[in-house]
């Protein structure tokens, strides 16, 4: 609400004063025109002239105040100020009109006067307000506005030209530039189109462009790599506004215009996902998530809440991770409600739980006091360097920690165990990728059949706890050499909404046993992903810094072993692969004796177990060639023999699938390019 000052009153009555002056003037300039283009511009009857104009001024005043036309704010003026107009006049012409002939009976009055009269006063009417909006316009051109070049000449590009026309935003849209040939040479809201996008850096040079604003929210990935590399070569500061759900729900404005961020670029076309599937399994149910903290959970929890469970429960052991997430959740819509509370409306509940998922009398209890039925397992360590050095937990941890949790969620009658794993589990060279893998052959073998258990395997998430996105902008932001492990690395990426959306859907369509692999797209070289860093952070050059692959450590990840048979799924971004699929007896013997390995606390035994029930693993020092040795080959640890040839795996018949196969190598692609210059390829430090 504006606040008014003493002087203000005074001020506003002027204004109103000189309002209704003015139209008064018009009002009757109006009608003496009209009368003078009647008989060809001489008085005639000069008298009834000036009997009717009073009565007409007084007819016309009082009509409009009732179509909000007797405000001063003519410099805001637009369509529904005309429409306005247009309104007020056609009722004060019906009401003289009536007046005039019926009520004072003048019948000799010039039935034509009445339409020209009307005509002339909407355009004198109409003409003073476009007239004062235009001078305030150009006084506010003149003075200090950033001058503005919009990308875009769409919906988008409306709404913010609208809005630096009617508001002080300290921008002029100076004009638009737009690929669509057919709109070069017209002007969206008397603002000019340009040009082709080509075309920008020569416009920003010739009209002193001090910022770009990319308004086309639903530019692809693709189209924003573009964008970003045209914006980059002209040299200018550029920004985006928001994505395409803002721009349809109204809230595209300058104050939401933010930086192009990676995500922009690397973030994929949303697919069409089967969402009556995953609120039929999760509507009215009671829901927990593991890891609820984390990156992944915490996004988990914010989609879950969006199908109205019966009961989400968020657990974590990250106090400080809890209390943050349960603001998180209570900002996002709905009320918080811990178990303490009644509410009626259980659609809304939520419960956080501070809580280690590897204690199996606490998760007991927490399973029968919520009676929780799906569970998504979230919670690992998943650290490559800093399970290297803490094999035992890591093994603790991610392997029995999860056997811990599921005996607890099978004998609590939980209908659904999901576990997110992840693309190191292939092919592992690290501690941590392999006990993911062990967790995919515990769910993929779990003799009892009333729990339907399935495992997500996917690569790196954008903006994730610990990724090494956060750690180049800190580098980038302290000027400090961004530390690089190898040139040529490479890592799959996606975003957490897009991933957790991918998950809910596998969550969905998985039969028990499954082991769904998410669509990561390409992979992307790591060099180019810092490289784009450095340019979106407005920098020329940034040192780079290259320090070795690190203990544990893969050039290159992959999503799918050499053996397994991969199949589409019901949704296009989600594949089911077919592999080994271990018997539980033979892999409960090697589990015991990898927990035998652990208790010892010794780093070599746990490699050892874990090399025989994951023969894909490798580590610094392992035997190679002993690497077909599998679960099977042998009773005991203590009495392993490298040189001894090995059985085959034991079995477990596969049901076939109804699926046509995906190709025999589906990641097979060259790495995703993030370059955003347009010069010569091999100008990045990295290359």
């Known amino acids: 609400m504006r606040t008014i000052n003493k002087k203000s009153p005074p001020l506003l009555r002027c204004r109103s004063v000189l309002v209704l002056v003015s139209q008064a003037g018009l009002i009757l300039c109006s009608l003496v025109c009209a009368w003078l283009l009647r008989f060809e511009f001489r008085m005639r009857d000069p008298n009834l002239l000036w009997a009717v104009a009073p009565i007409l001024i007084m007819v016309r005043l009082a009509v409009m105040p009732f179509f909000n036309l007797m405000h001063g704010w003519w410099r805001h003026t637009g369509i529904d100020d005309a429409v306005d107009v247009v309104k007020a006049i056609l009722t004060g012409s019906l009401a003289f009109f009536l007046i005039v002939r019926d009520g004072w009976g003048l019948k000799d009055f010039p ?48 709404m913010i030209i609208r809005e630096t026309q009617q508001a002080e935003t300290g921008y002029q849209v100076i004009g638009c530039v737009d690929d669509n040939p057919l709109k070069k040479g017209l002007r969206v809201l008397g603002v000019p189109v340009l040009g082709p996008v080509e075309a920008l850096g020569k416009i920003v040079g010739r009209l002193r462009i001090e910022e770009v ?9 693709a189209q924003m790599r573009r964008l970003a590399a045209i914006c980059k070569e002209a040299n200018a500061a550029f920004r985006t506004v928001p994505a395409l759900a803002e721009l349809i729900a109204g809230r595209v404005n300058l104050e939401q215009a933010r930086e192009v961020s990676l995500t922009d670029l690397l973030g994929r076309v949303p ?5 009556e599937s995953v609120g039929e399994n999760i509507r009215d149910r009671v829901v927990m998530v593991t890891g609820a903290a984390g990156s992944i959970g915490s996004e988990l929890c914010r989609q879950i809440q969006t199908y109205k469970p019966k009961l989400l429960v968020c657990l974590d052991q990250n106090e400080t991770g809890i209390f943050h997430l349960q603001h998180q959740l209570a900002q996002g819509g709905g009320n918080n409600h811990n178990h303490d509370n009644h509410n009626h409306n259980n659609n809304d509940r939520k419960v956080f739980c501070v809580a280690d998922f590897t204690n199996p009398e606490r998760m007991r209890r927490i399973f029968l006091t919520y009676g929780i039925e799906v569970v998504f397992h979230a919670a690992a360590y998943k650290h490559v360097p800093v ?31 999901l576990m997110i794993s992840s693309d190191k589990a292939v092919n592992p060279t690290n501690v941590m990728g392999c006990t993911k893998r062990v967790g995919e052959l515990i769910l993929a073998a779990w003799p009892l059949q009333r729990m339907r258990c399935v495992s997500v395997r996917f690569g790196n998430v954008l903006g994730s706890n610990g990724s090494v996105i956060p750690i180049f902008q800190e580098q980038i932001r302290q000027n400090r050499p961004i530390t690089i492990t190898h040139p040529e690395i490479t890592r799959f990426f996606m975003t957490i909404s897009e991933a957790v959306s991918l998950v809910l859907q596998a969550f969905a369509i998985g039969r028990d046993g499954d082991i769904l692999v998410l669509d990561m797209g390409k992979p992307v070289r790591i060099t180019d992903l810092a490289e784009t860093l ?27 072993y050499s053996d397994e048979r991969v199949f589409p799924s019901a949704c296009e971004k989600i594949a089911c692969t077919e592999g080994v699929k271990l018997a539980w007896p033979a892999l409960k013997r090697s589990l015991d004796e990898l927990y035998v ?44 023999q490298p040189d001894v040839q090995p059985e085959a795996p034991v079995l477990v018949d596969m049901p076939a699938l ?23 390829a091999g100008s990045g430090p990295g290359d």
């Open 387 to 417: 399970m290297e050095d803490n094999v035992d937990e890591a093994v603790g941890n991610n392997v029995f920690g999860l056997l811990s949790l599921l005996n607890v969620a099978e004998s609590s009658n939980c209908s659904t165990f």
């Open 111 to 158: 039935l034509s006067v009445y339409m020209l009269e009307a005509l002339i006063t909407f355009m004198l009417l109409t003409g003073v307000r476009v007239l004062s909006r235009m001078l305030a316009e150009t006084v506010r051109a003149d003075a200090a506005s950033k001058r503005l070049l919009l990308v875009g000449a769409g919906h988008a590009a409306q």
């Open 597 to 640: 390995a652990m208790s010892l606390g010794q780093r070599e035994p746990i490699l050892t177990q874990l090399k025989r029930i994951v023969p894909q693993f490798t580590y610094a020092g392992c035997d190679q060639a002993g690497s077909a040795e599998n679960i099977s080959s042998s009773p005991s640890v203590s009495d392993l």
């Open 534 to 560: 450095v340019r979106l952070s407005g920098k020329s050059r940034q040192e780079f810094k290259f320090i070795g692959l690190r203990p544990g450590e893969k050039l290159f990840e992959e999503l799918f």
């Open 213 to 221: 604003l990319i308004a086309i929210p639903s530019a692809t990935p």
């Open 658 to 680: 109804p699926y046509l196969p995906w190709p025999a190598n589906p990641q097979a692609t060259p790495p995703l390019k993030l370059k955003l210059e347009l010069g010569s």
């Open 271 to 275: 697919v069409d996902l089967d969402l």
